[in-house]
Antibody
Framework: QVQLVQSGAEVKKPGASVKVSCKAS????????ISWVRQAPGQGLEWMGW????????NHAQKFQGRVTMTTDTSTTTAYMELRSLRSDDTAVYYC??????????????WGQGTLVTVSS | DIVMTQSPDSLAVSLGERATINCKSS????????????LAWYQQKPGQPPKLLIS???TRESGVPDRFSGSGSGTDFTLTVSSLQAEDVAVYYC?????????FGPGTKVDIK
């Protein structure tokens, strides 16, 4: 069955970077995209960006441009999201999700369990 | 960006009664060349990731109970739970994927009355 398993919770200081991993199994990684969606405590869902696992093309939300890097490693079927220059308002649960889009982000049929990133001095 | 709004913010429904959630987009998400609405619905229970219920505005995902249905076109959409069960207590989100960035509504919390 399709599974996305994310890395564990992180605590970071303001200005630091965090890298979250998302191990995919149960399907062919390169046939889909991966999107990253975050959810601040008690808040709604915010799309951060998408990566094609087929060719590595990416598309990021404008507010994260220059601060986020999304990659995939097809040899280990793992996707990564690195967010730099962390601020307190980056505190959130970060989700990876299988994206049905081929050339851009569409919708998300399987989700990881989420990774809580806490930014605090 | 397309702005998604939902109403109501929250609702409480008796077990077995109907729950109706509305979603509106700031511009049409109907693609005329294929007559498809690029609109999805998700359910999120506390402490869990969202779960896809419906795509293309009205296509129920495999395994989703048939008491969940989606309708609407263009800019106005509805998610209906025909007979609310205890396990349906959750926050429900709509999401458009007509343009990048995909955007979510703010969510509607559904409780038992």
């Amino acid at each position: 069955q399709v599974q996305l398993v994310q890395s564990g919770a992180e605590v970071k200081k303001p200005g630091a970077s965090v890298k979250v991993s998302c191990k995919a199994s149960g399907y062919t990684l390169t046939s889909y995209g991966i999107s990253w969606v975050r959810q601040a405590p008690g808040q709604g869902l915010e799309w951060m960006g998408w990566i094609s696992a087929y060719n590595g093309n990416t598309n990021h939300a404008q507010k994260f441009q220059g601060r986020v890097t999304m990659t995939t490693d097809t040899s280990t079927t793992t996707a990564y999201m690195e967010l730099r220059s962390l601020r307190s308002d980056d505190t959130a649960v970060y989700y990876c999700a299988r994206d049905l889009g081929y050339i851009s982000s569409w919708y998300f049929d399987y989700w990881g369990q989420g990774t809580l990133v806490t930014v605090s001095s | 960006d397309i702005v998604m709004t939902q109403s109501p913010d929250s609702l409480a429904v008796s077990l077995g009664e109907r729950a109706t959630i509305n979603c509106k987009s700031s511009q049409s998400v109907l693609y005329s060349s294929n007559n498809k609405n690029y609109l999805a619905w998700y359910q999120q229970k506390p402490g869990q990731p969202p779960k896809l219920l419906i795509s293309w505005a009205s296509t129920r995902e495999s395994g989703v109970p048939d008491r969940f249905s989606g309708s609407g076109s263009g800019t106005d959409f509805t998610l209906t739970v025909s007979s609310l069960q205890a396990e349906d207590v959750a926050v429900y989100y709509c999401q458009q994927y007509y343009t990048t960035p995909p955007t979510f509504g703010p969510g509607t919390k559904v409780d038992i009355k």
